[in-house]
């Protein structure tokens, strides 16, 4: 019997209420491991300690920061290979992915760790004479952390890092899919040297403790990835609270991927295939929405349905494996109905679909490639969130770029072309907040903003120094010396 993995509260390791375990997707029968679950009590302890730690963590130096930031970033690197083995027996992806993940994880901390040391304020005349005006930014206080399942250690990094950079304290809601990693990677942070209360972590439901920290009138800022309809309910209950809460939401995506005649059909074929099924298409930057014009959409719909055909389906640790399986029954359910709907509107399963089965038992997709789709159909509209993407033929490039447009999102959206005339065309007028040339719309750097338009995103960016907008606040003080 394994032991329960504990929460992390007020520099303490606690037992919860209940247990919640997670399920290998690849093996059913596997359970990765158990996991005390907090409850509203627990929770609200949670924030009183990060509370109670906020003025001591907000004065600690920028040397401080950095060495707690930059332990962290070693050890997850060293790391690396056992950490990303949990990840993709826990999540799902392929063990290179998961390894690429928490590499990256391990590359937010080292940037933010130097981000402590470049937190300059500025100075400046005021228009009056002999007064001084002084910029300087300081920490919100406590910021509460919900994140999703598909990227379960780079996503609370590029939360966790720059809070902790910036002087903010944390209370971490890990989605309640993947708490083997939030776990390792808070275990890695409770061992970097900050103070009890600066970090904690509350494995838990959505509707208990994430309810309890997006109402709560002690936490000042809520950063939130996921669904839309959490998004929306979160954005909501920030706005009516007391304390009026700060908030930065990043939601879905529709993709869109444009390929041109005079595009490299190789290049065209390894980003649209990269962007919409590797990690199993469980990316808010997945390209959905393949769209191709005339003169090449024949020769590339039989291209990528050729390399569809190439790529091995099956348990995410095995050696050789492309797409891992879907995170869980409920996740591969959405992704049945949308290719069942895909096929009632009348768009062409051109390849894949269906449910696939191998030596373990685990949530197998065949990838799904729809074509004669169009972009008023749901599977054009709505996202999916799995390995299922549908070609719209347009006529030209100014018709593909009004239907790359044409969507209630905005996060990603990339263009394959050898003409830079059209390729400088497309990334002025892409209304997205993210877009690539010749190159898969998922899968960004940590250093530079991530972040969309539209109803994919709302508040300031993340990643990169421009996270600094969210996790302070700027203060302007006038001096008068006399
Ligand atoms: N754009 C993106 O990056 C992502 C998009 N999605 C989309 O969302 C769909 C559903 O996935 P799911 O994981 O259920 O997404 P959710 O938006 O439901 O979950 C994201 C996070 O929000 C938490 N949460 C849920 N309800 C509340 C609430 N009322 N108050 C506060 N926190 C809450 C969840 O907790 P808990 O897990 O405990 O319920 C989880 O930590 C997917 O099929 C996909 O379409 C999902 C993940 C990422
Ligand atoms: O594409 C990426 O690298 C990041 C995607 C992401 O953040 C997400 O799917 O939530």
Redesign the pocket.
């Known amino acids: 019997m394994t032991a329960i993995l504990k929460n992390f509260i007020g520099g303490e390791w606690v037992d919860g209420s209940a247990v919640t375990k997670n399920i290998n997707p690849s093996n059913t029968n596997d359970v990765v491991g158990e996991y005390a679950k907090a409850d509203k009590a627990q929770t609200e302890k949670a924030i009183a300690a990060a509370k109670a730690a906020f003025p001591a963590w907000a004065q600690s130096t920028p040397q401080a920061r950095y060495d707690a930031l930059n332990k962290i970033s070693l050890e997850i690197i060293a790391r690396k290979e056992e950490l990303g083995r949990l990840l993709a027996r826990e999540e799902g992806k392929t063990l290179p992915e998961g390894i690429g993940e928490v590499a990256r994880a391990g590359q937010i901390f080292a940037f933010f760790a130097g981000e402590a040391l470049r937190m300059i304020g500025e100075k400046g005349a005021s228009v009056r004479p002999g007064i001084d005006v002084e910029l300087t930014r300081e920490p919100m206080g406590v910021v509460g952390m919900?994140?999703?399942?598909?990227f379960p250690i780079a996503i609370p990094a590029w939360k966790i890092a720059p809070a902790l950079c910036y002087g903010n304290t944390v209370v971490f809601?890990?989605?309640?899919?993947v708490p083997g990693s939030a776990h390792a990677l808070s275990e890695i942070i409770t061992r970097s040297g900050i103070p009890a209360g600066v970090f904690n972590l509350v494995v838990g439901?959505?509707?208990v403790v994430?309810?309890t920290l997006?109402e709560h009138p002690d936490v000042a800022a809520i950063t939130?990835?996921?669904?839309v309809?959490?998004g929306r309910?979160?954005a909501q209950a920030c706005v009516t609270s007391s304390n009026m809460k700060k908030f930065q939401l990043?939601?879905?995506?529709k993709n869109p991927l444009v390929v041109l005649d005079d595009a490299d059909l190789k290049t065209a074929v390894e980003v649209a295939v990269n962007g919409a099924y590797f990690s199993t298409g469980q990316r808010?930057t997945a390209s959905s929405r393949l769209i191709v014009t005339e003169g090449i959409h024949d020769r590339f719909v039989a291209a990528v349905t050729e390399r569809l055909k190439g790529l091995t389906v099956d348990d995410a640790l095995k050696a050789g494996v492309h797409i891992g399986p879907v995170v869980d029954q409920s996740?591969l359910d959405?992704d049945l109905r949308y290719i069942k709907i895909g096929q009632d509107e009348g768009a062409k399963l051109a390849w894949g679909g269906e449910l696939l089965k191998r030596e373990t038992p685990g949530h197998y997709l065949q990838p799904a490639l729809f074509t004669e789709a169009n972009n008023n159909m749901r599977i054009s509209r709505e996202?999916v969130?799995g390995p299922v993407a549908a070609v719209i033929r347009a006529k030209n490039y100014e018709e593909a770029l009004a239907i790359s447009n044409d969507t209630e999102f905005g996060l990603a959206s990339g263009i394959c072309t050898s003409s830079l005339k059209y390729a400088s065309h497309y990334k002025r007028n892409s209304e997205s907040g993210m877009v690539m040339v010749n190159l898969p719309t998922a899968g960004v750097d940590y250093h530079v903003p991530f972040g969309g338009r539209k109803g994919s995103s709302y508040g300031a960016r993340e990643q990169g120094s421009y996270a600094r907008e969210f996790y302070t606040t700027v203060k302007t003080a006038y001096t008068y010396p006399g």
Do not use: D, Y
Not at 146 to 150: A, Y
Not at 250 to 253: C, I, L, R
């Open positions: 919900i994140t999703p399942w598909n809601k890990p989605a309640e899919l439901s959505g509707s994430g309810q997006i939130f990835t996921g669904s309809q959490t309910k979160i990043e939601m879905g995506g808010c996740q959405q996202e969130f």
